[in-house]
């Protein structure tokens, strides 16, 4: 039974700083690509981050330079570390796992971002 659990979401300040944290089990972690999206009120939910087995990372225009990406694999983790968030980073971030044909979310952690 594949789960992912995320956390470390909150109310920051513009400018400020969060790390978002998704903790996997069922699946061989260390073989399995990552990704994190997020959904804004009213809005579709967006990819932004994507981190594959061997640790080569995408991102979307919209957080490149600021957010970053990274797995512990000896902890079956995947992170999002933020950087510079702004009002427009206001969402509830996903971790999302394709794995054996099959699509996992976890439940979301809300990020709010203050102006």
């Known amino acids: 039974q594949v789960q992912l659990v995320e956390s470390g979401g909150g109310l920051v300040q513009t400018g400020e700083s969060l790390r978002l944290s998704c903790a996997a089990s069922g699946v061989t972690f260390a073989s399995a690509a990552m990704n994190w999206y997020r959904q804004a009120p009213g809005k579709d939910r967006e990819w932004i981050a994507h981190?594959?087995?061997?640790?080569?990372?995408n991102y979307a225009v919209s957080v490149k330079g600021r957010f970053t990406i990274s797995r512990d694999n000896a902890k079956n983790t995947v992170y999002l570390e933020m950087n510079s968030l702004k009002p427009e980073d206001t969402a509830v971030y996903y971790c999302y796992i394709h794995w054996n044909y099959s699509n996992y979310w976890g439940q979301g952690t809300q990020v709010t971002v203050s102006s």
């Open positions: 981190i594959s087995s061997d640790g080569n990372t």
